[in-house]
C-alpha cells in the first residue's frame, strides 16, 4: 500500500488559566491510500485538533507531516488545502440561495486545477454518483 498521509512526531497545545494543556504529544502514524480510519477518544483528549491539523485548518506547534511524500511546510497551507484535501462537515454547508449543481460548479472553480469545458455534465455526473438525478439537481 502507499501511504498518503505521513504524520511525525506532532505536538500541539495551549495555555489555558496559566496551566499548559498538552493535546497531542510526540504523535507518529502513517495513512494508507485507500484505507478507511477511525479517530476515537473522549471528549477533549484531541481528536478535532487532529483533524483540524490534518486538514491544514490549525498549525501543529512541532513535528512534521507528509501529504503524497511531500512536507506540507513545503507545499504551503493554502494550496495544500485549495488543491488536495477536502472536508465533510456534520453540518450542512452548502449555499443556501444556490441549487445543488451550482453548488458543485463552484466548488470546481475554487481550485487551481483546469476548469472542465464539460463543467456543468461532470457537475452532473458527480451528482448522479450520490444517487441524485439531474431533475433533483436544479433545486
Known amino acids: 500500500m502507499t501511504t ?3 504524520l511525525e512526531n506532532l505536538n500541539y497545545g495551549y495555555e489555558d ?6 493535546i497531542l504529544k510526540d504523535l507518529s502514524y502513517e495513512f494508507e491510500q485507500g484505507q478507511f480510519y477511525t ?19 490549525d498549525k501543529q506547534e512541532s513535528g512534521k507531516i507528509y501529504y503524497e511524500g511531500d512536507d506540507l511546510d513545503k507545499i504551503g497551507l493554502y494550496k495544500y488545502r ?6 465533510v462537515f456534520q453540518q450542512y454547508n452548502l449555499i443556501s440561495y444556490l441549487t445543488g449543481l ?3 460548479e463552484l466548488a470546481m472553480t475554487e481550485t487551481d486545477n483546469a476548469i472542465p469545458k464539460n463543467q456543468k455534465e ?6 448522479e454518483k450520490f444517487g441524485i438525478v439531474k431533475s433533483k439537481a436544479d433545486r
Open 39 to 57: 479517530i476515537l477518544g473522549p471528549s477533549g483528549s484531541g481528536k478535532t485538533t487532529l483533524l483540524s491539523i490534518i486538514a491544514g485548518l
Open 4 to 6: 498518503i498521509l505521513k
Open 102 to 104: 451550482e453548488n458543485i
Open 17 to 22: 488559566g496559566g496551566f499548559r494543556r498538552q
Open 82 to 87: 485549495r488543491n488536495k484535501i477536502g472536508i
Open 122 to 127: 461532470v457537475a452532473y455526473a458527480l451528482l
